[in-house]
Structure formats: structure tokens, C-alpha cells
């Protein structure tokens, strides 16, 4: 069985950083890809970053690029978000997402995690 656990979301001002974690148990991609994805109130879910489990190419949106990073410890089967300058609108919960091939760095994805909560207040 497949599980994704997300941790390390909590509030946090303007400008401050938060470190994300998603734990993988259950089996590994090594094929594939781990991404982050978010959902702010009243919006549909976006995609955050994502990073190739093998190679650790990654990539970002637009409006998270230079502040947020992404990365994977292999041995600890676990993805991380690092996130830096942080702003009112990055309020959301993040999900992470586990692909077990790579195809687009949006996806599609096969397994999601139940999400954490990151609120950023000004």
C-alpha cells in the first residue's frame, strides 16, 4: 500500500521560511517523479515543483521560482519543499504527489498525500 505523508506546514509572517516533508512508504519511483501541488481557498489546485526521483532535475512555477526549492533523499524515501520569502498569497494546503513515470513536470501524477496546511499572514 502506497502512502504519502506531508508534515511541517504551520503559520508563519511574511518573509519567513518553512521546510515541507513528504515521507514515502509502501514502495519507490524509481522511474518516476515527486511533485508538490497547492490549493488556496476558492481556487483550484496548482502545481508548486517537481523533481525526478533519479536524475533530481526539478522544476517550479513562476511564482515560486528563486524562493522555493525542492529535493529528494533517496535512502529516506522522502521529498522536501523548501520554502524561503514567503508571502500572503502562498497561503494554501500543500499536497505532495508521486508519479511512477516521468512524463511532465505537472503530471500526471498517481498517489497524493492528504496535505498540510502553510499560512502565510502579512
Known amino acids: 500500500q502506497v502512502q504519502l505523508v506531508e508534515s511541517g506546514g504551520g503559520l508563519m509572517q511574511a518573509g519567513g521560511s518553512l521546510r515541507l516533508s513528504c515521507v514515502v512508504s509502501?514502495?519507490?519511483?524509481?522511474?518516476?517523479?515527486m511533485g508538490w501541488f497547492r490549493q488556496a481557498p476558492g481556487k483550484e489546485r496548482e502545481f508548486v515543483a517537481a523533481i525526478n526521483w533519479s536524475l533530481g532535475s526539478t522544476s517550479y512555477a513562476d511564482s515560486v521560482k528563486g524562493r522555493f526549492t525542492i529535493s529528494r533523499d533517496n535512502a529516506k524515501n522522502t521529498v522536501y519543499l523548501q520554502m524561503n520569502s514567503l508571502k500572503p498569497e502562498d497561503t494554501a494546503v500543500y499536497y505532495c504527489?508521486?508519479?511512477?513515470?516521468?512524463?511532465?513536470?505537472?503530471?500526471?501524477?498517481?498517489?497524493w498525500g492528504q496535505g498540510t496546511q502553510v499560512t502565510v499572514s502579512s
Open positions: 509502501g514502495r519507490t519511483f524509481s522511474r518516476g517523479a
Open positions: 504527489a508521486a508519479a511512477e513515470r516521468w512524463y511532465v513536470p505537472s503530471g500526471p501524477y498517481d498517489y
